[in-house]
């Protein structure tokens, strides 16, 4: 009965029971802590030992529980799916020898062993790009993972838009050196014969003056970097592919006929591969032509001013072409084959001196104002036709004017012929009427 009055013991009322006022008692006794905290060391070392996913209580009795799982260690993040079941308790999974364990067993040395490849013995890489792999020196070094590089260094449509972009420079320079170097710095020998291709194809959209670049050029790649066997294989893709060629410039087939023709001239092709292409290719309109311009008389000369006087010659043979170009019109009076020949000079800057010319020799020819008139109609149409501009046609009047003292040494009527042949211009509409103005003036 008297134990029953006193208040209930626990470990908080423990000291209270004994000593009321609570002075130099513990509420908790050394034992006690002792004993709490071999339990608490206890359940830590159990958590180490438990599984990887076991929660982890901290402050136990403690109303804020902090709750954390437990790391994995220096496998934390990684899986290996070995160690999965998958299902069956394993049952049914893949053999180790099917796993791609069997990729880090060492390749056989042994050359007489049937799984021995020899790629896999030297220290070397070998490109994507049909490369050799019997090439004599390497292309390139992997430095990061010190091996050689055999074959192509760049790709088949990369290697063409460099190629190209060397081309075009080229038509603006001229420099064939700087396109030989820029081929060997590409190191893509096994591309070579798309050079061949690749350069007469962009010269079909150009002019005489690109056409015979190309032509030089070709000269100067041969024997190296271009060999023999380069040259056949580039005009074998051409021929190949002409008929798309064919969708963007008509002409392509003759063109391409006369490259075939200089070619064999400058000896960058042997003629046996027109005899070859000429058996493999019967009536192929391309080795047709090549061969007509071959077999005529003087065809070594005739082929090196095969592409028209617009090619680049120096200005006396310019002139020499015109002399010739405006008797034959004096003779034939053709306007469309005199605006023909006219347009494949490419020469604009210089159709002053094709105004001068033409004058002076219908000043010359025996009906005079007869071939005047030829001549004040071949300007007016190659003016209307925009093959040569009005400023030209007056710069060549002009000239004339100041030439009227020296022409009328051998032409005593040369100043009233050119005032007829003035009027003339003008009336047909290829001659300002200001410029007539400013001549007379300056006559005066």
Aim: aromatic share 6%.
């Amino acid at each position: 009965a008297e134990f029953a009055k006193r208040p209930e013991v626990t470990i908080e009322t423990m000291g209270k029971v004994h000593n009321p006022t609570g002075e130099g008692v513990r509420a908790i006794s050394e034992k006690v802590k002792i004993k709490t905290q071999k339990i608490r060391e206890q359940a830590a070392v159990k958590n180490e030992t438990s599984d990887s996913n076991e929660t982890k209580v901290k402050d136990v009795g403690s109303s804020s529980r902090n709750i954390t799982r437990k790391k994995s260690g220096a496998n934390e993040g990684t899986y290996n799916s070995r160690n999965k079941k998958q299902g069956g308790h394993g049952k049914g999974k893949w053999s180790s020898v099917m796993d791609g364990s069997l990729d880090d067993y060492p390749e056989p040395i042994d050359k007489n062993d049937p799984l021995y490849d020899e790629t896999k013995e030297g220290k070397y890489i070998l490109s994507g790009g049909g490369g050799d792999l019997a090439d004599e020196t390497p292309s390139g070094y992997y430095e990061s993972e010190g091996k050689a590089i055999y074959g192509p260094m760049l790709t088949l449509p990369e290697f063409k838009i460099r190629l190209a972009e060397s081309i075009r420079e080229y038509f603006d320079s001229g420099d064939a050196d700087e396109v030989i170097r820029s081929i060997e710095e590409l190191k893509c020998r096994s591309f070579h014969p798309e050079v061949v291709k690749k350069a007469i194809s962009l010269s079909l959209d150009e002019g005489p003056r690109e056409r015979e670049l190309i032509s030089r050029l070709l000269t100067c790649l041969h024997p190296t970097p271009l060999d023999d066997q380069d040259m056949e294989g580039g005009f074998e893709l051409l021929l190949q592919g002409l008929e798309e060629l064919s969708i963007d410039c008509p002409d392509a087939k003759s063109m391409v006929g006369s490259f075939l023709a200089r070619a064999v001239v400058d000896e960058v092709l042997p003629p046996a591969y027109l005899s070859t292409q000429n058996n493999e290719r019967p009536g192929d309109p391309v080795v047709d032509k090549a061969v007509s311009l071959l077999s005529r008389e003087h065809c070594t000369a005739r082929l090196e001013r095969v592409w028209g006087p617009g090619d680049g010659r120096p200005v006396a043979e310019l002139k020499s072409v015109l002399d010739q170009l405006l008797k034959e019109y004096l003779m034939s009076r053709e306007l469309d084959e005199a605006a023909r020949c006219v347009r494949e000079l490419n020469a604009p800057h210089f159709h002053h001196e094709l105004v001068k010319r033409g004058v002076t020799h219908a000043m010359e020819a025996p009906d005079a104002r007869d071939a005047l008139d030829a001549m004040s109609a071949l300007f007016s149409f190659l003016v209307k036709n925009a093959i040569v501009s009005e400023y030209q046609v007056a710069k060549g009047n002009s000239r004339l004017n100041k030439l009227v003292p020296d022409l009328s040494l051998d032409i005593p009527a040369a100043a009233d012929l050119l005032s007829e042949y003035e009027s003339m211009a003008k009336e047909m509409g290829c001659l300002p009427h200001s410029e007539t103005k400013k001549n007379n003036s300056l006559s005066e």
